[in-house]
């Protein structure tokens, strides 16, 4: 980066600059950073040769884009229509290897823009200062939604600064302290909602008001969008999770803890290829971390994925997904398939990675799509990235042996372009004649934008234009056409009903999930003619979507939608998907379906065999004891579950697809109280088998950490938690006491390892 340019910010941010380039090394001489004392020393690499210690696929480069000191600690951000980044930085993660200060308000939104058009960040904004972990933004309207959790609010935007501030939701983090499983994302998908990432709400805003609604629970760090508006996220031990169908369907029925072909493992294979030896990660003092060379072998903090959809990289690389892997400092990318409903993906290499760095600091946790059809990197560039809450003590000397907790303040943005190609991003108009013809932009980012943008200036006098697309344009202009129209409220019955007739099953797909948006008492017999045929074509890739969206029609017709779910349900019998499309629409009505079901039908099914397990979910439920009692009665442990244990075990006890098993109705919750407390305390490694279901990596994350490293954490805490989970939900078992935590503690004093289920079994 240009040194003219560090010197015209100098003076503003002279304290930060300083610290990032002290270093226990004189890196003044880059000669001397050969690759041997990097790997031994973790120095601070400056930012304009940081480069050069990456690797990256054959025909491709990385350009650096901002660094400290226009830039530190980016975690996430957001082009606007100027193509400008708003950046959150996250300057209070770890500060120290005990954490110590992380509650300080230094967190900050910054606007990051290149006024010369050089492709480098020259000027930096501070929108928003003295945050306290800020984790996520969304532009809207003439406003950002910003997280500082556990709130979540709207500020508007007057001239580069806040203005008015509206909260959205109290409790967007929904009780978590957890800085690691706190609700993040501010997604703004396809289908005009805004989706996060470790929750299960999305929001809407119509007017002056602030939707909210339930949805699936997904991922853990950020979230991203294909062609079809499909989801994809992860969570730390997983390379890539999605959905198979619109993220609007099939959250209607609360009593379904989970709804298959959502969150499902996209690519199975968690294997990583690291550049250089990785021994400061969390567990590599455990057999089969580490391969031979001391390299990790499998994802431990997969974050921050992106489904590329720009118009640079060619069609090899469209729809591919690219994951960083911070723990091991490279980016992950992945070819990804559909078939039927199915989508599926593979690495798309073996024995390497599109981008690997040697860098100890290199840290890349969230990917993005950009308006000039670049993949862009944020790196965080920083020694720690494990949270105190999880760290062991095998990381901690790691830490402290390369001095990886010193140097805070860095932060870089790079992107990546094909080699002998010129990035140049689109300018997009204010004209909303010329919006509507970008629909049809390759880059899947301007599209987005465009949608936003018409969308957000409630442009509804180009509702014709946008119509002429959906009967005129390809399968990708008509999803956005079709959107953007929802999103005006301009969109009409009979421009659905002509999509449902579309030969293109992809759109209709589109069209039927719209549907929960146009259909009213007035215009919903419009609609019964297609869907009616579809049941009788009983086509097994929309099918599922049929069935999914009779809750639009049950809204209006309960009768008519609950006669031809049953039709869907005889021709389906062992549809695995139009069984939960089905049990979807059934909130409370489960078992009369279920009869009328059995009745017409006497035949084992799939079907019949998960209406009944849903059924026993509900009575089991139905028996829990009140959990705001249990909140009354052991308030520091209910306050440590929903802070440290819900993001893997679930609000509910029952687990988390990818991550953790239940302890509702667990033999290891309510069984032996020295086991479950030696697990608290110390960790667990799997497998283990609960309930006779076997939870083993890569299906799970494959440790649980313990919490008996945690300063913060109490004795009599860990017996409140104990206490809790042995008595929550479906759970019945006596109290464990601050005693008995003490005397398991010291038992095993000095332990740096996690139990194993052989070692588990061989106490009392």
Same mark, same amino acid.
Request: aromatic share 8%; proline share 5%.
């Given at each position: ?335 990804? *398939?559909? @078939? #039927?409903? =199915?989508?599926?993906?593979? $690495? ?7 981008? &690997?760095?040697? /860098? ?80 049809? *932009?390759? @880059? #899947?980012? =301007?599209?987005?934008?465009? $949608? ?7 442009? &509804?006098?180009? /509702? ?301």
């Amino acid at each position: 980066m240009k040194r003219i340019a560090y010197l015209l910010v100098a003076l503003g941010f002279i304290s930060t600059f300083t610290t990032c380039q002290t270093s226990t090394t004189d890196t003044s001489n880059t000669d001397t950073l050969t690759k041997e004392y990097i790997l031994s020393n973790a120095p601070l690499i400056p930012a304009e040769h940081s480069i050069s210690k990456m690797t990256i696929e054959d025909g491709f480069e990385v350009q650096l884009i901002a660094s400290e000191p226009y830039v530190s600690a980016p975690v996430a951000m957001r082009f606007d229509k100027r193509n400008r980044m708003w950046v959150i930085e996250m300057q209070n993660y770890m500060p120290d290897l005990e954490g110590e200060g992380e509650d300080e308000p230094t967190g900050k939104i910054v606007i990051l823009e290149d006024t010369n058009s050089d492709g480098i960040v020259d000027d930096r904004k501070v929108f928003l200062d003295s945050l306290i972990l800020p984790r996520a933004l969304c532009l809207i309207e003439n406003g950002i939604l910003v997280v500082e959790p556990p709130k979540l609010w709207y500020y508007e935007i007057i001239n580069d600064k806040p203005g008015k501030r509206t909260l959205v939701d109290a409790d967007y983090t929904q009780g978590s302290t957890n800085v690691e499983g706190m609700a993040n994302g501010l997604y703004r998908a396809m289908d005009n909602w805004i989706y996060n990432s470790g929750s299960d709400k999305r929001y809407r805003k119509k007017g002056d008001r602030w939707l909210t609604e339930r949805t699936h629970l997904r991922g853990q760090w950020s979230i991203s969008q294909d062609d079809e508006g499909r989801l994809y996220y992860n969570n730390n031990s997983q390379n890539l999770l999605g959905d198979y169908f619109l993220p609007g369907l099939g959250a209607s029925n609360t009593n379904v803890q989970r709804v298959k072909g959502f969150s499902e493992r996209i690519v199975p294979d968690n294997r990583v290829y690291p550049g250089r030896p990785t021994p400061g990660v969390n567990r590599g003092y455990k057999e089969g971390i580490l391969d031979d060379s001391l390299r990790l072998k499998a994802f431990t903090s997969a974050s921050g994925p992106v489904i590329y959809r720009g118009d640079l990289f060619g069609k090899v690389y469209y729809g591919n997904a690219f994951v960083p892997e911070p723990a091991a400092h490279l980016i992950k990318r992945n070819i990804i *398939h559909q @078939n #039927g409903n =199915i989508i599926s993906g593979e $690495q798309a290499y073996e024995g390497k990675e599109f981008l &690997t760095s040697i /860098d100890e600091r290199f840290r890349p946790v969230t990917a993005y799509n950009g308006p000039d059809g670049a993949l862009y990197i944020l790196d965080m560039y920083r020694g720690i990235i494990e949270h105190k809450a999880f760290m062991t003590e095998y990381l901690k000397k790691q830490i402290q042996k390369r001095n990886l907790d010193k140097i805070i303040t860095c932060g870089r943005i790079y992107k990546i372009v094909p080699k002998g190609k010129t990035a140049k991003p689109v300018i997009i108009p204010d004209q909303p004649d010329k919006l509507v013809d970008l629909l049809r *932009h390759p @880059n #899947g980012w =301007i599209r987005d934008q465009v $949608q936003q943008q018409i969308i957000d200036g409630k442009f &509804t006098q180009v /509702d014709s234009k946008l119509r002429n697309l959906l009967q005129g344009g390809n399968r990708v202009t008509i999803t956005h056409a079709l959107w953007t129209l929802e999103g005006l409220g301009a969109l009409k019955a009979d421009d659905v009903v002509k999509l449902l007739q579309n030969p293109d099953k992809k759109v209709k797909m589109q069209a039927l999930g719209v549907l929960s948006s146009t259909v009213n008492e007035k215009n919903y017999k419009q609609y019964l003619p297609e869907l009616k045929k579809m049941i009788s074509d009983n086509d097994s890739v929309l099918i599922p979507y049929v069935a999914f969206q009779m809750k639009a029609i049950k809204a209006v017709d309960q009768v008519a939608a609950n006669e031809m779910l049953l039709t869907i349900a005889e021709k389906n019998p062992n549809n695995q998907y139009v069984a939960e499309a089905v049990l979807s629409n059934m909130q409370n009505q489960e078992e009369v379906f279920l009869k009328r079901y059995t009745s017409r039908s006497s035949q084992k099914s799939l079907m019949a065999e998960r209406f009944t397990q849903a059924l026993a979910d509900i009575k089991s439920n139905l028996k829990n004891r009140d959990i705001n009692q249990l909140r009354k009665q052991y308030p520091r442990g209910a306050s440590l579950y929903f802070s440290s244990c819900q993001a893997c075990h679930g609000a509910d006890g029952n687990g988390v697809q990818s991550l953790a098993p239940p302890v509702n109705h667990s033999e290891w919750v309510t069984g032996s109280k020295e086991k479950l407390t030696a697990i608290v305390l110390f960790g667990l490694t799997g497998p283990i088998k609960v309930n006779n279901k076997l939870y083993k990596a890569p299906e799970i994350s494959g440790d649980m950490p313990g919490l008996a490293d945690n300063p913060d954490i109490l004795d009599e805490d860990i017996a409140q938690l104990l206490s809790f989970i042995r008595n929550a939900w479906g759970n019945t078992a006596e109290q464990i006491s601050r005693e008995e935590v003490i005397k398991i503690r010291k038992k095993y004093s000095g332990r740096k390892t996690p139990f194993t289920v052989e070692e588990l079994d061989k106490m009392n």
